[in-house]
């Protein structure tokens, strides 16, 4: 069973920075992508970054420019730096894991409990 520990959501005054984490634990055969996703009071689930086993990454482009996503292999982490924040980036922030827990498992995604991110002066 893998778990996903977040950590470094808080509140941030606009144009601050936050870092954020997340680790994967547990069985793990390979990981295919990990990223973010985030949901604001009212809005839809909004897609911010993933990166993929080669390191690609796609950037939302609500975020492109202020966010960067990277990984750490050996760790299973993936991290998500924010800088510029701006109000409008306030939300729940939600890590997840696309990943094969053994050779012979089928691809599933597991999901992070969130962690709020709070951009207000």
């Known amino acids: 069973q893998v778990q996903l520990v977040e950590s470094g959501g808080g509140l941030v005054q606009p144009g601050g920075s936050l870092r954020l984490s997340c680790a994967a634990s547990g069985r793990i055969f390979s990981i295919y992508s990990m990223g973010w996703y985030r949901q604001a009071p009212g809005k839809q689930r909004e897609l911010v970054a993933t990166i993929n086993s080669g390191s690609n990454t796609n950037i939302a482009d609500s975020v492109k420019g202020r966010f960067t996503i990277s990984r750490d292999n050996a760790k299973n982490t993936v991290y998500l730096q924010m800088n510029s924040l701006k109000p409008e980036d306030t939300a729940v922030y939600y890590c997840?894991?696309?990943?094969?827990?053994?050779?012979?498992?089928?691809?599933?995604?597991?999901w992070g409990q969130g962690t709020q991110v709070t951009v207000s002066s």
């Open positions: 997840y894991t696309d990943h094969r827990a053994n050779l012979y498992s089928d691809r599933e995604a597991v």
